[in-house]
């Protein structure tokens, strides 16, 4: 396989990531998250585009929270032509690999919706050590099927154990403020 390239998202390039989210999730586009990470120097707040010889094949990313142990996976998808080629599955590695070598953080964390994400999480339940519901922004009318995957560095299991993530209010404010391209 050949070797991937990691990109980081800058000023100049950040439109080029934001194209590639929309095409990934169109009912859920973030321009901020882009501008964000493109104008700040944080290594634990940061988006790389993935490059495969000369062609963007990808995006990945990693962001902090409240919690001091744990590292998130921001936005992480591949374009569909380069799809079910490993890509994936390195590109998820790479990016646990690059947290660990912050030396940082105890876990390596991602949410998803099981319904939309399908694919994806044949590749969580392969390479995380473990996954659970999360059910704290549910409401009795609306079920979202989340799930946190958790990757531990040390071994240990901690649980996010439903605690509170902002999600729903996330993906609210992504669609209000997400400008038209």
């Known amino acids: 396989m050949e070797k991937l390239k990691y990109d980081p998202v800058t000023k100049e390039n950040r439109n080029i990531a934001f194209s590639i989210q929309k095409t990934l999730w169109p009912d859920d586009p973030d321009y901020y998250y882009f ?7 944080k290594v634990d707040n940061v988006a790389f585009l993935v490059r495969l010889g000369k062609e963007y094949i990808g995006i990945t990313g990693v962001e902090v929270d409240d919690d001091p142990e744990s590292i998130w996976l921001g936005w992480f998808g591949i374009l569909e ?3 079910r080629n490993g890509y994936g ?5 790479d990016t646990i690999e690059y947290c660990r070598r912050l030396n940082k953080y105890e876990y390596f964390r991602l949410d ?4 939309k994400n399908r694919p994806a999480l044949y590749l969580y339940d392969e390479v995380m050590t473990f996954k659970e519901s999360y059910t704290k ?13 958790t990757y531990s ?8 154990n439903n605690r509170y ?17």
């Open 35 to 41: 501008v964000e990470k493109s104008e700040n120097n």
């Open 81 to 83: 032509p380069f799809r």
């Open 89 to 93: 599955k390195q590109i998820l590695l």
């Open 112 to 115: 998803t919706t099981y319904w």
């Open 137 to 149: 922004e549910d409401s009795e009318d609306i079920k979202h099927n989340y799930l946190i995957y």
């Open 153 to 160: 560095f040390h071994g240990k299991k901690k649980l996010w």
């Open 165 to 181: 993530l902002g999600l729903n209010t996330y993906y609210e404010k992504c669609k209000e403020q997400t400008p038209k391209f």
